[in-house]
């Protein structure tokens, strides 16, 4: 019977379809998909969205003064600018140098032997230094940090010499210039006074040289007196000479 209808209505046969899998050979880059089709990509564009920009800040339109002068300054900056110009003012040898290339390690050890020494490293930032001596009488010495800078403070200024024996072991520190005694010197100047002698060394020289003077007036005083002694002893001889042999006959 179902032969017989199959026969007269052949479209009521069954039959599986045939299918096939498809796979993609190579990997789909997430990152850097393919390009949509034109018209898929026109309907992209169409129907993206469009959000309000946001409200610019007021800002940007305005100049680089008028925005660091709204600026506050950070109080931390000042309490170290004050250690700074605290420095100064207790120093009485105060060294500038130029900083090279340099480990850690390295700045470690010459702040370890200066330190013994009674010689103080210390390093700021050149905003720092030029907060700490505005409008002081330090202010000259604002050119030396326009670079990596260390300085060296001593309340001692007879250290000069240690401190270069010291320093020129150390090739990356550079010598600019100093303050010793409340006085701006050049790199050469302070090497000159770490030569010259100590205290109490120019005091005794000070002193001789006093004492030549005076012995020296008071020779050139008595120079004429002395003088005319000799010639009163010269004539008192050749008259007591002939004297003498008459005395004799």
Known sequence: MATLIQKSLPLTKTSTPALQFLRFRGKINIQRPKEPHYERARVIAVTH???????????CFK????????????PYNEIIAREVRNWLDHSRLVAVFHLNSITADEIFRVRVQL????????SYGSKIIGQAVKGTRYEAILPLFHSNHCIVFSPDQQRTATLLRITRKVPQMVLLGGIVEETLVSRNQLVAYAHMPGLQAAQAQLVQTLNQAAGH???QLQAHQNSFVQVLDVHATKNTAPESTEDTK
């Open 217 to 219: 007036l008071v020779q």
């Open 115 to 122: 330190h013994k020494q009674n010689l103080h490293l210390k």
């Open 49 to 59: 969205p469009k959000y309000p920009e946001p409200p610019k800040a007021k800002s």
């Open 63 to 74: 100049t680089r003064e008028e925005r660091t002068q709204q600026q506050l300054e950070n």
